[in-house]
């Protein structure tokens, strides 16, 4: 692995389902060396699936519900690829995934523009600046004109946009993809013998002769309509603009027929960020700190459903990581040695010897690191800003078999742990409360009690629907707001207090009684 920090490119897909995120994927990994076969990002899938039967509900509904890393090293530099489940439900785990990154590429189905979740997605990398490149997908298909397409990122998105390459011809003229930036076209080569991209055909201008002759005769005309105003009616790229996220490169290109992915990666390696400082306290930490900092973004449990053990997800901030150092966890202050830690390879997990900032490791452990967890040579730092979510729907859990508790108990624990759900403990009666963002949480809540822990479970309606954090600066005050609302008072697992309500109404109404409370959406961990 190359050994300093500015190597690493840490970025995640977002898309909307069937934009071809999987797509992309696999062809990034194709093309950057990583894998040589097409279909083997799904095949992995498969065999992973086959392996949990959780993972059924993945299946039925044809959605990606768990995110991974994967990690590939590509002229010189070092990608991580993280994926982010696309599905609106899935909205905790994902917003997560995208505090651990630098950049992100969001791809746009060409036919269909941006749908809502590319647009969700886009709203938590703007949140905190994420710099984006926008790949434009499917261009072998009839679909919106380019333009169109410019146009609709550049008004939604408020974003200047920077055309990199152009399509030449779009669905059945599609014949290649011009590059605006070193003038050539990329053209398929014969099926037979073709290599990735097909062939590149250098240009001195987009109206060498060369390029009419190598492409279809009416997707030339539509080319020659359009060069003009692609090549000079855009901002033109600009390197500080991509990276404050005022500004997104877009490429155009075809993942399935692999068309426009080399120069995609070859942008991404070119002008996306390296690590960058990652906001704790009492002070950012930064790439160049020699104490070793990351923080824990996703915990995974029973990977292989033989061992009960999960692996935990940390993105490193500072440092250089070296196997089997001993690193603090904040809040706790206990001191863990990290003995086996993963690397997620495109193919294979290997045992990680060191690691640089921006890289992920995965750190097996039987329960004591959690999401939002910083782990740190230093005892004195803590990572903000990985905020835990006001639940939508709340249900009680109710035991078809009664002597299960303790196993239900468990279970709850240890998806709440993973952030598929949070669980609460009401002050009055003994059923647990379950919130979660999203109905399919609750889906893989019952399916999973079923596959894994072999507890039978009903989730019943529950009086609210709703959850906030409360706090005050005056002790008593919130003493006696929680004695006033003792039917609506919980805790969380961490022994926070938490009031359940109806809905948003009743929130706002009790906000305004209690001026003295704060009532929070988010729990921050700090
Ligand atoms: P995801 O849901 O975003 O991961 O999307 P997939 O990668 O699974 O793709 C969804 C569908 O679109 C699949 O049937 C793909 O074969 C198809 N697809 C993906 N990329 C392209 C493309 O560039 N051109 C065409 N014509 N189809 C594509």
Same mark, same amino acid.
Request: hydrophobic share 40%; charged share 25%.
């Given at each position: 692995?190359?050994?300093?920090?500015?190597?690493?490119?840490?970025?995640?897909?977002?898309?909307?389902?069937?934009?071809?995120?999987?797509?992309?994927?696999?062809?990034? +990994?194709?093309?950057?060396?990583?894998?040589?076969?097409?279909?083997?990002?799904?095949?992995?899938?498969?065999?992973?699936?086959?392996?949990?039967?959780?993972?059924?509900?993945?299946?039925?509904?044809?959605?990606?519900?768990?995110?991974?890393?994967?990690?590939?090293?590509?002229?010189?530099?070092?990608?991580?690829?993280?994926?982010?489940?696309?599905?609106?439900?899935?909205? &905790?785990?994902?917003?997560?995934?995208?505090?651990?990154?630098?950049?992100?590429?969001?791809?746009?189905?060409? =036919?269909?523009?941006?749908? /809502?979740?590319?647009?969700?997605?886009?709203?938590?990398?703007?949140?905190?600046?994420?710099?984006?490149?926008?790949?434009?997908?499917?261009?072998?298909?009839?679909?919106?004109?380019?333009? &169109?397409?410019?146009?609709?990122?550049?008004?939604?998105?408020?974003?200047?946009?920077?055309?990199?390459?152009?399509?030449?011809?779009?669905?059945?003229?599609?014949?290649?993809?011009?590059?605006?930036?070193?003038?050539?076209?990329?053209?398929?080569?014969?099926?037979?013998?073709? =290599? %990735?991209?097909?062939?590149?055909?250098?240009?001195?201008?987009?109206?060498?002769?060369?390029?009419?002759?190598?492409?279809?005769?009416?997707? +030339?005309?539509?080319?020659?309509?359009?060069?003009?105003?692609?090549?000079?009616?855009?901002?033109?790229?600009?390197?500080?603009?991509?990276?404050?996220?005022?500004?997104?490169?877009?490429?155009?290109?075809?993942?399935?027929? &692999?068309?426009?992915?080399?120069?995609?990666?070859?942008?991404?390696?070119?002008?996306?960020?390296?690590?960058?400082?990652? /906001?704790?306290? /009492?002070? /950012?930490?930064?790439?160049?700190?020699?104490?070793?900092?990351?923080?824990? %973004?996703?915990?995974?449990?029973?990977?292989?459903?033989?061992?009960?053990?999960?692996?935990?997800?940390?993105?490193?901030?500072?440092?250089?990581?070296?196997?089997?150092?001993? +690193?603090?966890?904040?809040?706790?202050?206990?001191?863990?040695?990290?003995?086996?830690?993963?690397?997620?390879?495109?193919?294979?997990?290997?045992?990680?010897?060191?690691?640089?900032?921006?890289?992920?490791?995965?750190?097996?452990?039987?329960?004591?690191?959690?999401?939002?967890?910083?782990?740190?040579?230093?005892?004195?730092?803590?990572?903000?800003?990985?905020?835990?979510?006001?639940? &939508?729907?709340?249900?009680?859990?109710?035991?078809?078999?009664?002597?299960?508790?303790?196993?239900?108990?468990?279970?709850?624990?240890?998806?709440?742990?993973?952030?598929?759900?949070?669980?609460?403990?009401?002050?009055?009666?003994?059923?647990?409360?379950?919130?979660?963002?999203?109905?399919?949480? +609750?889906?893989?809540?019952?399916?999973?009690?079923?596959?894994?822990?072999?507890?039978?479970?009903?989730?019943?309606?529950?009086?609210?629907?709703?959850?906030?954090?409360?706090?005050?600066?005056?002790?008593?005050?919130?003493?006696?707001?929680?004695?006033?609302?003792?039917?609506?008072?919980?805790?969380?697992?961490?022994?926070?207090?938490?009031?359940?309500?109806?809905? =948003?109404?009743?929130?706002?109404?009790?906000?305004?009684?209690?001026?003295?409370?704060?009532?929070?959406?988010?729990?921050?961990?700090?």
């Amino acid at each position: 692995m190359s050994q300093n920090h500015p190597d690493r490119r840490t970025f995640a897909i977002i898309s909307h389902p069937d934009a071809g995120k999987t797509t992309l994927t696999e062809k990034l +990994l194709v093309a950057g060396g990583a894998i040589h076969m097409a279909g083997e990002v799904k095949a992995r899938g498969q065999a992973r699936r086959a392996r949990s039967d959780w993972m059924k509900i993945e299946q039925q509904r044809g959605i990606s519900v768990t995110s991974s890393v994967m990690t590939f090293e590509h002229q010189g530099l070092v990608f991580n690829l993280l994926d982010t489940p696309g599905h609106e439900d899935f909205s &905790e785990d994902t917003y997560r995934t995208l505090t651990a990154v630098d950049s992100a590429v969001m791809v746009i189905d060409a =036919a269909k523009g941006i749908e /809502p979740q590319t647009l969700k997605l886009f709203e938590v990398c703007r949140l905190r600046s994420v710099p984006i490149i926008t790949f434009i997908n499917k261009v072998d298909r009839e679909g919106q004109s380019p333009f &169109e397409l410019l146009d609709e990122v550049a008004d939604r998105l408020a974003l200047d946009v920077c055309p990199m390459n152009w399509p030449v011809g779009m669905g059945g003229t599609f014949s290649g993809l011009y590059d605006l930036v070193e003038p050539s076209l990329a053209v398929p080569g014969k099926e037979a013998s073709r =290599a %990735f991209e097909g062939e590149r055909i250098a240009l001195t201008r987009h109206d060498d002769p060369k390029l009419a002759a190598a492409v279809d005769s009416r997707a +030339l005309d539509q080319f020659n309509e359009e060069i003009e105003l692609a090549s000079a009616g855009y901002a033109s790229f600009d390197v500080d603009a991509y990276r404050n996220g005022d500004l997104t490169p877009v490429y155009f290109g075809s993942a399935l027929k &692999e068309f426009g992915v080399v120069d995609l990666l070859a942008g991404l390696a070119a002008h996306a960020p390296g690590p960058q400082p990652q /906001p704790a306290e /009492p002070a /950012p930490v930064r790439p160049d700190d020699d104490a070793v900092t990351g923080f824990v %973004f996703k915990v995974q449990a029973n990977m292989n459903p033989a061992h009960r053990d999960r692996i935990a997800f940390m993105r490193l901030c500072s440092g250089k990581f070296e196997r089997g150092m001993r +690193l603090t966890q904040g809040g706790t202050g206990k001191a863990i040695a990290i003995s086996r830690p993963m690397l997620f390879l495109a193919q294979d997990r290997e045992m990680a010897e060191e690691a640089w900032p921006g890289d992920i490791i995965g750190i097996p452990n039987h329960g004591t690191l959690r999401v939002g967890d910083t782990l740190s040579e230093r005892s004195d730092v803590m990572i903000t800003g990985l905020p835990n979510f006001a639940p &939508e729907i709340l249900r009680r859990v109710a035991l078809v078999d009664p002597t299960k508790t303790k196993q239900l108990r468990k279970a709850l624990d240890d998806m709440a742990e993973e952030g598929i759900i949070q669980v609460f403990y009401p002050e009055i009666g003994a059923n647990m409360i379950v919130g979660v963002v999203g109905q399919l949480q +609750l889906d893989v809540l019952i399916s999973r009690l079923e596959a894994e822990y072999k507890v039978e479970a009903k989730l019943e309606a529950s009086p609210w629907d709703t959850a906030r954090w409360i706090a005050s600066d005056d002790a008593a005050a919130l003493k006696q707001f929680q004695a006033d609302n003792r039917g609506a008072a919980a805790t969380d697992r961490d022994g926070a207090p938490v009031f359940m309500a109806k809905d =948003a109404w009743e929130v706002g109404y009790v906000t305004q009684r209690n001026p003295s409370i704060r009532f929070t959406a988010t729990k921050e961990r700090v």
